[in-house]
């Protein structure tokens, strides 16, 4: 089993041409040779030095990653920052690094849909459907698994899906006997709040929405703000699928060492 078989796989999966233009989806650090064996895959939402080192131990020299490890650009390596730290140590151990970001996001099967499988919700559109590929798209809107859902449900079920331990809402939940229309997106996901109102959903569920956001859609729909780790938790479980179901007897591991960087109090 080489790199790039791997590599391909999740390709099939997240087609690159899917990501949005501000991003940086693919490898990160290359291989020398992408026809070089893998022998093991670390899965993590964040490449950190941790993550490295954890990869390191369990022989694994392949980490796949849900968040870019180089986003905003690399000007030097110094080790002064998280990132170029852990860049140095992969270089150092040999291990390569690639990161879906936003091509797994608006994959047919991507991280929303997942999330909304998660949560029961059927007959399941892309709420921002890409433009040259209609089944793919960013978030996704659907229905309650038994037709509708009441707002505490909803709050309580998001909360137990996302693990979440406490959620942001609206202050003036809407008293509603049922909400038939639920709307989603993993990550960070404020700017669709309008799509998700025009598309005629009761409630949004997403993550990193600001103030403003709530002052001024508030009114209009149930917002849930999960928190942007928790809503994109499940992409180490999608990795390990696509991976699994194309190389059942390969090893794949989920870093243990990675946690939510904020704690609620």
Known sequence: MTLKDIVTAIEAYAD?????????????IAPMESSDECSGVMLCLDVTPAVVEEAKDQGCNLIVSHHPLIFKGLRSITGASQAERAVIL??????????????????????????????????????????HTPSAGLGVIGIPEHGTITSDGLIDAVKRVYNAPRVRVTRGIPSLSGIHKVAL?????????????????????????????FLDHGRDILIIDTGHFESEICTKSIFSRIISQKFPNFAVHIAKCEHNPVTYV
């Open 90 to 131: 992969a270089i150092r151990h040999g291990i390569a690094v690639y990161s879906s970001h936003t091509a797994l996001d608006s994959a047919p099967l991507g991280v929303s849909r997942e999330l909304g499988s998660m949560l029961g919700l059927t007959a399941m559109q892309p709420l921002v459907p890409d433009a």
């Open 16 to 28: 690159p041409a899917l990501q949005e233009s501000w991003d940086n989806t693919g490898w990160q």
């Open 185 to 213: 997106s993993s990550g960070s996901g404020g700017e669709f709040i309008p799509a998700a109102i025009a598309a005629g959903a009761e409630a949004y569920i997403s993550s990193d929405i600001r103030y403003h956001d």
